[in-house]
Every structure is written in structure tokens, then in C-alpha cells.
């Protein structure tokens, strides 16, 4: 079965400052790998995916994320932090070449930015 | 090109009702999911349908049903409503499947009291 761990609910950077979210993945098969952002009383945007190929994918709002296989990682990151990155963040896993199946979320990480 | 769009986003119910949330997908989009999030266990798969067809199902107890249209909408039901049932219950279409792009609507906040 899939599974998603995000480590640390909570992330707090300064404005300006290396932003990494973690994420490490279970799964039995070649993995689809989704990172999600949901601001207050919103629904869940995508960030960006990784289904196959480049192991280093790049987002919207200046995200990325590097799939590691040997690691089951998948770790979000954004060199500067705005203000406007306040929000939690999903990762969640998917199974590649099945119809039907569901998108599996970690707990979310909390991202606060100060100024 | 509109987006998800789930009705209504407030709703507030009394223990032992039934309530039945809705979506419109993404034009041309025949897969729609739904997630059940709450603070305590996070965000939750409840079903999938495609072309009217349920392909998949979480791990929830058969108060929860849900139907999706020939137009590709789809409901949820949730009858005999407890109070642990309060949450913001999302719902996602995509092309296919959720493997590809999942497009989240605004989610229906539904609070049981």
C-alpha cells in the first residue's frame, strides 16, 4: 500500500530564506508524486508532479522538487521565500498505469513566513 | 474556462440527517473524486467515479454514497449524519484519472451539530 510521511507540521522562514518541505513516499511501484498548496478556505492547486523522467521537477511560484528513489523522497523547495507563500502544503502519492486510483496526502506542512 | 465548482460551500446539518453535497467538474472532464479533510486525519479519499461508474472507494462506511451524471456531475450523500462527520469535503475532476492533473473545487464546509 501507498503512503505518505511529510516531516514537521509546521515550517517557519523568514522572508527571503531557503524554504524546504519535506516528503518521503511508501509504495510497492513506480510512484506518481504530487506536491499540493491549499490557502485558508480554499481548495488544493497543484504545485507540480513527477510521473516519469526528470527526477528534478519545476513548479509554479518558483517551487521545485527532486524525486530520489534510493531516498523515497520527495522534497519540496523554493530558494526565496515571499510573504505570500504562507499556506499548507500537501504531498501526496499516486500509483502509476491504474485506473481509478486515489491520490494518497500526507498531514500537510504549515509554512508561515515572516517578514 | 471554469473551474470545479462545488454547491453549496456552507452547510450546517443536525445529528441524524442526511445531506447531499454536489460538484461540477471541469468541462470535458470525466473523472470526479472526492476527499473528506478534517484537522485530525487529514485529507481522506472517499470515491472516484468515471463515466457514471464508481472505479474506486475509500475506506468509509456505507453512510457515505455518492453518483456522478451522463453530464459528469456528481453527488455525494451522506445519510444519518454524526457529529465526526463535520469537515470540508473536497471534490477533484480530472481528464482520466487522478494520475494525471487533479483540479480541486472550493470544497463544501459542512458542520454537524
Known amino acids: 500500500a501507498q503512503s505518505v510521511t511529510q516531516l514537521g507540521s509546521h515550517v517557519s522562514v523568514s522572508e527571503g530564506a531557503l524554504v524546504l518541505l519535506r516528503c518521503n513516499y511508501s509504495s510497492s511501484v513506480p510512484p506518481y508524486l504530487f506536491w499540493y498548496v491549499q490557502y485558508p478556505n480554499q481548495g488544493l492547486q497543484l504545485l507540480l508532479k513527477y510521473t516519469t523522467g526528470a527526477t528534478l521537477v519545476k513548479g509554479i511560484n518558483g517551487f521545485e522538487a527532486e524525486f530520489k528513489k534510493s531516498e523515497t523522497s520527495f522534497h519540496l523547495t523554493k530558494p526565496s521565500a515571499h510573504m505570500s507563500d504562507a499556506a499548507e502544503y500537501f504531498c501526496?502519492?499516486?500509483?502509476?498505469?491504474?485506473?481509478?486510483?486515489?491520490?494518497?496526502f500526507g498531514k500537510g506542512t504549515t509554512l508561515s513566513v515572516s517578514s | 474556462k471554469a473551474g470545479v465548482t462545488q454547491t453549496p460551500r456552507y452547510l450546517i446539518k443536525t445529528r441524524g440527517q442526511q445531506v447531499t453535497l454536489s460538484c461540477s467538474p471541469i468541462?470535458?472532464?470525466?473523472?470526479v473524486s472526492w476527499y473528506q479533510q478534517t484537522p485530525g486525519q487529514g485529507l481522506q479519499f472517499l470515491f472516484e467515479?468515471?463515466?457514471?461508474?464508481?472505479?474506486n472507494k475509500g475506506n468509509f462506511p456505507g453512510r457515505f454514497s455518492g453518483r456522478q451524471f451522463s453530464n459528469s456531475r456528481s453527488e455525494m450523500n451522506v445519510s444519518t449524519l454524526e457529529l465526526g462527520d463535520s469537515a470540508l469535503y473536497l471534490c477533484?475532476?480530472?481528464?482520466?484519472?487522478?494520475?494525471?492533473?487533479?483540479?480541486f473545487g472550493q470544497g463544501t464546509r459542512l458542520t454537524v451539530v
Open positions: 467515479y468515471f463515466s457514471e461508474t464508481q472505479r
Open positions: 501526496a502519492v499516486s500509483v502509476a498505469n491504474q485506473a481509478g486510483t486515489a491520490l494518497i
Open positions: 477533484a475532476s480530472s481528464l482520466q484519472n487522478p494520475n494525471t492533473e487533479a483540479f
Open positions: 468541462s470535458g472532464h470525466r473523472s
